[in-house]
């Protein structure tokens, strides 16, 4: 009994350390600080040295069409998005895109802050003074790829030794000046899938 309570606690202890060291988070309490109610637009404060001009996005049609399959059922069902789409929200100079829902006088805000930062509700944390929901901001690896690299080795690969490639040479003689203009960061896809439609596979 003795041991397994020793290797339980190491196994804990480990996994711990683990996490720490691979998302650094911290803990804020994100505040509206201004909201202009004829745009729709939000100044929202997550920490000291990050605040947010969020605008309204527009990313969905206004009636989206969920088809749902399985051995016995095809049900197609046309979803008005209106009541998501008031939720969604992006900020250009940080390439924000995140969701902020507002319940009983607390703010609820989850999704992309930057490249590298992330936050999420913690909805069973202290709450602020205020009755404010704490929330966690983490950081998510940053992909080291270069664009310009794989564009090169992609025109390349459809030309022949023979091929005057001389219309390329300016397009490409510049990449990375060129690209330096252009931000650039993954996309997160996320996927709900319920017991109901995993009882199909």
Known sequence: MYNTEIIMLTF???SRLILCCYAEEQHVYPRI???????????LKLTEKITLNLERSTVLADNL???????????????????IQQT???DTHYQSSVSVRRRDDTVEVEGIINDNL????????????????LHAIFQVPTIKENFTEARQDILH???????????????????????????????ELHIISDKEHQRSY
């Open 157 to 187: 690969l459809g030309m022949s030794n023979g091929d005057d490639i001389s219309g390329y040479r300016e397009d490409l003689s510049s990449p990375q000046a060129r690209a330096s203009g252009v931000d650039k960061f993954p996309v």
């Open 33 to 43: 600080l201004d909201e202009r109610s004829t745009s729709g637009n939000l100044v």
């Open 12 to 14: 804990i202890a480990l």
């Open 118 to 133: 992330r936050i999420r509700p913690l909805p069973l944390g202290e709450r602020s003074t205020d009755g404010q929901m």
């Open 65 to 83: 069409l969920f088809v749902t399959t399985s051995k016995d059922l095809h049900e197609v069902e046309t979803i008005d998005t209106s009541h």
């Open 88 to 90: 969604i929200f992006h």
